[in-house]
């Protein structure tokens, strides 16, 4: 039977998830690494969503590709519940997906400044990273509401994105620069906008001005 570039895109993805899953089954069944990952971290205030914003215009059309990647449902959860297991899986998976990816700008990926993706081929920037985390943790449960894409302008002053968990503790960032799960303002980073919770839209988060493009690995 004669494959495509598009089934083996698929099927890549398809072990990068199992093997990120069966990462994070071993994490469970390792009692001395979940106890390393087990304590919640301190409580703290969250973010606070503004007027409506412009959204990247990649993460749009991902949206056309992927669509249900971007849809959410208003009867989910607006925040995660932490407790221990979801904090260690939430640690787990920020950091092998980390270690999974071979970093690379859509520049030299694609031949193109910016484009969202799921990281099929096992290489991708700074949104492949956060997009593949959430996918794998609205597998294992979490609520897709509660995990929002966000643009910030990082250390170098370069448009970057990461991945905000909306919870009960506060807001905390998964990000490919890092294997730590820091709360937002511990970041240093100044936050644009993400993804809001009612609607499919983005919203302000009182920064900057907003980057064209997300486009550093």
Known sequence: M?????????????????????????????????????????????LTPGAEARPILAWTEFCQSYPAECAFDRNEPARITLTPAIWSTIVSVNRRVNRTIEPVTDQEHWGRPDRWDLAEDGRGDCEDYQLLKRRIL??????????????????????????????DRGDYILDNKTNAVMAWHETGYVFIKREGQD???????????????????
Not at 145 to 152: F, G, I, L
């Open 2 to 46: 004669r494959t495509t570039g598009t089934d083996h895109l698929k099927t890549g993805l398809l072990a990068m998830l199992a093997l990120c899953l069966g990462f994070l089954c071993d994490a469970a069944a390792t009692q001395a690494t979940a106890q390393t990952m087990a304590a919640l971290p301190a409580a703290g205030a969250g």
């Open 138 to 167: 609205a597998a294992a449960g979490l609520p897709r509401r509660a995990m929002r894409m966000t643009v910030v302008i990082d250390e170098k002053g370069e448009g970057h994105a990461v991945l905000t968990l909306v919870t």
């Open 199 to 217: 609607a499919l839209a983005w919203v302000s988060l009182g920064g900057a001005s907003s980057p064209v493009t997300t486009a550093n690995r």
